[in-house]
């Protein structure tokens, strides 16, 4: 998913913010991105819910209109007794709220630019806006715009009930630090049911943006004992990871190394010449793609190119999945998106790799997550965002697994690790579930083993173990 920012200051957004409860804004149309046409505004903005405008202009003023209905375009006048008028400056010191004048105006829902009566947005498909003050709404001009009609920006934010904390969590986490011990211990003596695999290989997957590397330099830093940074993190419009990395985890500077390979790749995108490729994913899943290879949109790997491993064996190729999702993103996926994921899901299936969610930024998308992370499991937000997410992806809510990465903190923190590190449980558990599918077969001792790649025939051992040569 491409980034898209919005121009509300802290202070601006602050003082919008103040307008409602405790709400999330997220951000649907910039015009300067995606043009100042009510065809645009219309595309992004009908059947979102609440929504809120926010008209930029060179006075120094930000300023709009809240809907609590949907926009829909079908040429009706829409009563909403929520419906409201705001204006923002520097100087002031809260916002203006304008409630209409009878109660009940919203606003005409035609296919032009937005128009509440005494503001009309985008006229004529321009960065203008047509003030009446009078009509459903009375305001002092120079307080609502300072007079100056033309526009320097025009955002339209989705605005999305927080609530509050459950009664009981949704899910139990002891928060102590035996429990953290407890935890690396058994990550740190994990071992595959499989001899000759030492390492769960695990990879994370998703767009752009989403905390895929950041979660691997989380893992790292704990097991360190210190932050570290070794997979590059950053925000930009393209994937700022653009090789493919297999990461290995030591405990302590220079200990023992983990059983645990996390695998970090470039981020999907919304267009389909960029981003990770459909091929590169499957030829990773199968192992063929080795570390540091440098990923080529337009073109995936092939068969016979330098960088791709003919001769792989079930230690090559991914035994769990992880789809990386920015929980502040989850009510925003389009069809394109879901689609994608519906197509990668397909595949991972087809191949027999288990799958998990990890739902990231829980700090970003709830306050009160944020304050405490003792909350991710209390608070109501997170939990429909986790349903959302499990609901949208089918994937089960078993499998939904909200973090909180490192991304500007000097020191680690128990709550921070004890999420993080219930996730790498939850990957080597998994992990067993890919390794126990490839027996099919016993009898009188004899365990048949197979892979779902071919990688090698399938061998039959009389020990009683469960071992693939
Ligand atoms: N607050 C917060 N920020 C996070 C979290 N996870 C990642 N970030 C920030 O989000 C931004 C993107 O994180 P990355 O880890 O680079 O994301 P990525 O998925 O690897 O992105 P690409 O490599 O570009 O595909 C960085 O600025 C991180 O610091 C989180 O859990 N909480
Ligand atoms: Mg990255």
Same mark, same amino acid.
């Given at each position: ?303 016979? !190119?330098?960088?791709? %491993? @003919?001769?792989?064996? &079930? ?9 990386? /999702? #920015? ?14 994921? !519906?197509?990668?899901? %397909? @595949?991972?299936?087809? &191949? ?9 930024? /829980? #700090? ?19 939990? @429909? ?85």
């Amino acid at each position: 998913m491409s980034v898209v920012t919005s121009s509300l200051s802290t202070d601006q957004e602050e003082k919008l913010l103040s307008l409602f409860g405790h709400v999330r804004l997220h951000l649907l149309y910039k015009a300067s991105i995606h043009g100042y046409k009510a065809r645009g505004f219309h595309d992004r903005c009908n059947y979102q819910g609440p929504t809120v405008i926010a008209a930029y202009n060179k006075a120094g003023f930000v300023f709009g209109a809240y809907t609590s209905k949907d926009y829909s375009a079908i040429d009706c006048d829409v009563t909403d007794d929520k419906a409201f008028l705001y204006s923002i400056t520097e100087r002031g010191r809260g916002a203006l709220r304008i409630a209409s004048v009878d109660g009940e105006h919203g606003f005409k829902d035609g296919e032009t630019g937005p128009d509440f009566g005494a503001l009309y947005f985008l006229d004529d498909d321009k960065p203008k806006v047509l003030s009446s003050p009078g009509i459903g709404f009375m305001f002092n001009p120079s307080q609502m715009h300072g007079d100056d009609l033309d526009l320097t920006e025009f955002e339209v934010y989705r605005v999305e009930e927080l609530g509050g904390l459950l009664a009981k969590p949704w899910r139990n986490v002891k928060w102590t630090a035996e429990r953290k011990q407890q935890l690396m211990q058994t990550i740190q003596n994990y071992k595959p049911d499989i001899h000759s695999v030492s390492q769960a290989k695990v990879l994370l997957v998703g767009y752009v943006g989403f905390g895929k590397s950041s979660f691997f330099n989380s893992i790292n830093s704990i097991f360190r004992g210190n932050m570290t940074c070794q997979a590059i993190c950053g925000v930009a419009e393209k994937s700022v990871t653009n090789q493919f990395r297999t990461f290995n985890i030591k405990v302590g500077k220079g200990g023992k190394t983990l059983p645990l390979i996390l695998c970090d790749t470039m981020g999907l995108e919304q267009t389909a010449d960029a981003g990770l490729d459909m091929e590169d994913i499957v030829n990773i899943y199968k192992g063929h793609i080795q570390d540091r290879y440098q990923f080529n949109p337009a073109s995936p790997l092939q068969l016979d !190119a330098p960088g791709y %491993k @003919k001769h792989v064996t &079930l230690k090559d190729v991914i035994h769990c999945v992880v789809y990386v /999702v #920015d929980t502040c993103s989850v009510s925003l996926f389009t069809e394109k998106v879901l689609e994608r994921f !519906a197509t990668i899901r %397909k @595949k991972t299936n087809q &191949l027999g790799i288990p799958q998990l969610v990890l739902m990231t930024k /829980v #700090d970003k998308a709830c306050p009160l997550v944020a304050k405490d992370l003792r909350n991710v499991y209390l608070s109501d937000y997170i939990h @429909k965002k986790a349903l959302e997410l499990s609901a949208s992806l089918g994937i089960p809510l078993s499998c939904v697994l909200p973090v909180k990465n490192y991304s500007h903190e000097l020191e680690l923190d128990l709550n921070t690790d004890l999420l993080l590190l219930t996730a790498v449980d939850q990957m080597l558990n998994y992990t067993d579930s890919f390794f126990e599918n490839q027996i099919i077969d016993e009898k009188e001792g004899l365990v048949r083993i197979i892979d779902p790649y071919n990688l090698s025939q399938p061998t039959f051992s009389n020990n009683n173990t469960r071992s693939i040569v």
